[in-house]
C-alpha cells in the first residue's frame, strides 16, 4: 500500500530521509520555490547544488553503458540570479543531477521517483526510476528536455517526487545483494556493470 504523510514524517525521524523538511515549503525567504517536502501521500526531494552534467555527443564514438566514457557527460555550470540557483538544460537534451536529501530505505519499502508538474508542463521531464529496499545514498536523477527551448532547472527546490510503498519482506534487499549503487555519495554517478 501506498505510505501517508504519517509514516514517511515518523520513518524521516528514524533516518530515512535527511534532511527531511516537515511539510511543503513553497516559500523561502519570501520568493516562490519550486515546491518540495512532505506531501500527503510522498515527499518531494530538492536538487543538489552540488553538481549537473550534460550529454554530448563525441563524434565517432556511441554512449555505452557497460563503458561508459566521463567525456561524454560534460559538468555545466551553477548560475545565481534574484530567483535562485540554477542550471541550464539545453534544448533537445539530457543531463543527470543528484538529489540534496540521502535516503535510506527501508528492507520492506520500494520507493517510485516521478516528476514535478511545474517541470513537466515546461518539458522537462524526469526518468522514471525505482529506489529498492535496502538501498542507501543520494540519488542520481536524470531529466530530458523534451521541449525546443534551453531550460532551468532550480538548485535547492524540488525537483521530483518520491511515492513510497510497502510489501511484504523480500528474501533478498539491495543492502544484502550488495548492489552496486549502495550508498552513493552527493555526486552523480555513472552508469556501471
Ligand atoms: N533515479 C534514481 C533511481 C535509483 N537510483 C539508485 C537506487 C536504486 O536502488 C539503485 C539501482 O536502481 P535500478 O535497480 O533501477 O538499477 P539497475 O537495475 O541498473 O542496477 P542494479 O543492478 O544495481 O539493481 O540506483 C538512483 O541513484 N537514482
Known amino acids: 500500500m501506498i505510505k501517508n504523510d504519517i509514516w514517511i514524517a515518523k520513518m524521516a525521524q528514524q533516518?530515512?530521509?535527511?534532511?527531511f523538511e516537515p511539510k511543503l515549503i513553497r516559500r523561502f525567504e519570501n520568493l516562490p520555490v519550486i515546491s518540495y517536502g512532505l506531501s500527503s501521500y510522498g515527499y518531494d526531494i530538492r536538487l543538489s547544488p552540488s553538481e549537473f552534467r550534460i550529454f554530448r555527443h563525441i563524434p565517432g564514438t556511441v554512449v555505452d553503458p557497460k563503458n561508459f566514457n566521463p567525456d561524454?557527460?560534460?559538468?555545466?555550470?551553477?548560475?545565481?540570479?534574484?530567483n535562485g540557483k540554477y542550471f541550464i538544460l539545453p534544448a533537445h537534451s539530457y543531463g543527470l543531477g543528484?538529489?540534496?536529501e540521502r535516503l535510506d530505505i527501508p528492507e520492506n519499502i520500494?520507493?517510485?521517483?516521478i516528476g514535478k508538474s511545474s517541470y513537466a508542463r515546461v518539458g522537462l521531464i524526469a526518468n522514471l526510476t525505482?529506489?529498492?529496499a535496502g538501498?542507501?545514498?543520494?540519488?542520481t536523477l536524470e531529466f530530458s528536455n523534451s521541449s525546443s527551448a534551453d531550460c532551468r532547472i532550480y538548485a535547492n527546490e524540488g525537483v521530483v517526487q518520491l511515492i513510497f510503498f510497502e510489501g511484504e519482506p523480500c528474501s533478498v534487499s539491495y543492502e544484502t545483494?550488495?548492489?552496486?549503487y549502495q550508498d552513493q555519495p552527493e555526486q552523480?554517478?555513472?552508469?556501471?556493470?
Open 188 to 193: 552523480v554517478i555513472f552508469s556501471r556493470v
Open 72 to 82: 561524454n557527460l560534460e559538468p555545466t555550470k551553477l548560475h545565481t540570479d534574484a
Open 135 to 139: 538501498w542507501r545514498g543520494h540519488l
Open 177 to 180: 545483494r550488495q548492489g552496486k
Open 15 to 19: 533516518g530515512m530521509i535527511t534532511p
Open 110 to 113: 520500494t520507493v517510485l521517483c
Open 98 to 100: 543528484v538529489a540534496l
Open 130 to 132: 525505482p529506489a529498492e
